[in-house]
């Protein structure tokens, strides 16, 4: 293909660049249709679908996912696997299906196991605590166990984004806790670390919650 569309799309997505990633994701959808390269059409149609689950559009997003991760499996091309059932698992749980999204998401885990792509294991384990989370207070130490692994495994694996993301979602649990100390402690020395002029989705939401951190602190 001309251009690596696939990983773009994928970087964009992970970045938070919706507008980027639907156009490379378009373009990888057009290229592997007309080359016949159903892997990477794809992953083309889960860049599809994740933009659908980021506008609103659950059902849709689900029905992408769904076929592209089919595909994915049938032809054996599984390096994005593990972050497309991310995608499904979390646009399931949208949707309030909490059993088939935790169930998802064991899959994302059982084919990063499998694969070696351990370089996700830290969001996966984060999504899995979200997703319990929203099932209620009673499995609350599995929830904390959860997120505190998913924060420790980013910080040994040296992904300054992936650690943010994961620190975020621990941050965001324990300011739910009321434990608002905690919760800086546990963000503020990550955020403070991003390369200047870093930007994206994930860094805006942390910017914002250390602000409401900082702000309820006070108060």
């Known amino acids: ?65 769904e076929e592209g991760l089919a595909v994915m499996r049938q032809a054996m091309y599984l390096l994005f696997y593990p972050f497309f059932s991310k995608e499904l698992a979390t646009a399931l749980g949208t949707l309030g299906r909490l059993d088939d999204a935790i169930g998802e998401i064991g899959k994302a885990q059982q084919v990063a196991d499998e694969t070696g792509y351990h370089w996700f294991v830290p969001e996966i384990l984060k999504t899995r605590g979200e997703l319990l989370m929203r099932r209620g207070p009673d499995g609350v130490a599995v929830v904390e166990a959860l997120f505190r692994q998913a924060a420790r495994e980013a ?48 860094i805006s939401q942390a910017r914002a919650l250390l602000d409401r951190l900082a702000g309820r602190s006070i108060l």
Not at 12 to 32: F, I, P
Not at 174 to 181: K, M, T
């Open 1 to 65: 293909m001309h251009c690596p569309c696939w990983a773009a799309g994928f970087v964009a997505l992970s970045l938070g660049d919706l507008d980027r990633a639907a156009n490379y994701g378009e373009e990888l959808v057009d290229q592997a249709f007309k080359h016949g390269l159903r892997p990477f059409h794809a992953v083309g149609l889960c860049v599809r679908g994740s933009l659908a689950a980021r506008r609103g559009e659950p059902e849709v997003a689900i029905a992408l996912l």
């Open 155 to 202: 910080g040994m694996r040296g992904g300054i984004y992936w650690e943010l993301s994961a620190s975020t979602g621990f941050a965001d649990f324990l300011e739910g806790q009321g434990r608002l100390a905690e919760a800086l402690s546990a963000l503020e020395p990550v955020y403070r670390r991003l390369p200047e002029r870093a930007g994206g989705d994930k």
